[in-house]
């Protein structure tokens, strides 16, 4: 079985201030490991996605997220937030030959002006 | 850019009745999933769909519910007889394919929400 937890259920960033996301995940085998985020009244977004290579993944936006397995960890951050960032970002786990993700329970995102 | 959407993006129900949630996946997608979000809780795989019948269900996914693909556009979610705990956010997402040792990108549409009273 596969889980993910992410620590925090709110984290309040000043506008242009770094944010790191803590996402951290078990599982028994081999994970895929994504981002998404959700902005008010839409569907969910993918931002970025570990699936192999590279621990260090660029998505979209100016986010950025490292895997680091010995942590079991997929921590997402951002050099500089702007309001625009405001939003609910989920991590989730899916794994070799199980195409369905495993969410955690989201981390909203406010951007202080 | 191509989009999943779903409709109702609310539906409000009396216990007991049914509902049909419905979903149109991205054209040329091959697999459908079902998710749902209960407020203030995880997001949750309820079933994934190829080929014109379910791949894999959840523990969540009982009796009660059913998918269907009825034409080459829609994906519907049936809720045969709705209960106060199904009150939720339901996702609806698709991939262009699965392959062996490759996770595809599954896009999402904006839920349903639906409430039963």
Redesign the interface.
């Known amino acids: 079985a596969q889980s993910v937890t992410q620590l925090d259920s709110q984290v309040p960033v000043f506008e242009e201030a770094p944010v790191e996301l803590r996402c951290n995940y078990s599982s028994s085998v081999s994970v895929?490991l994504f981002w998404?985020v959700q902005y008010p009244?839409?569907?969910?977004?993918?931002l970025l996605?570990y699936?192999s290579g590279s621990t260090l993944v660029k998505g979209i936006n100016g986010f950025e997220a490292e895997f680091n397995k010995s942590q079991t960890s997929f921590h997402l951050r951002k050099p500089s937030v702007h309001i625009s960032d405001t939003a609910e970002y989920?991590c989730?786990v899916?794994s070799?030959?199980?195409?369905?993700?495993?969410?955690?329970?989201?981390t909203r995102l406010t951007i202080i002006p | 850019e191509p989009?999943?959407t779903?409709t109702p993006s609310h539906q409000v129900t009396q216990m007991g009745q049914e509902v049909i949630l419905r979903c149109v996946p991205i054209s040329n997608h091959l697999?459908f999933?079902w998710?749902r979000q209960i407020l203030g809780?995880?997001?949750?795989?309820l079933v994934?769909f190829y080929n014109n019948e379910i791949s894999?269900k959840?523990e969540i996914f009982d009796d009660q519910f059913s998918v269907e693909r009825p034409d080459g556009s829609n994906f519907t979610l049936k809720i045969r007889s709705t209960k106060l705990e199904d009150s939720a956010m339901y996702?609806c997402?698709s991939?262009e394919r699965?392959s062996?040792?490759?996770?595809?990108?599954?896009?999402?549409?904006?839920?349903t929400r639906l409430l039963v009273l």
Do not use: D, H, I, M
């Not at chain 1, 070799?96 to 989201?106: A, I, Q, R, V, Y």
């Open positions: 895929y998404y009244n839409q569907g969910l977004q993918l996605k699936l989920f989730a899916s070799f030959g199980n195409e369905k993700l495993t969410f955690g329970t989201g | 989009e999943v779903q697999y999933y998710y809780q995880k997001v949750e795989f994934s894999e959840s996702f997402a991939s699965v062996r040792g490759y996770q595809e990108t599954q896009y999402f549409g904006p839920g």
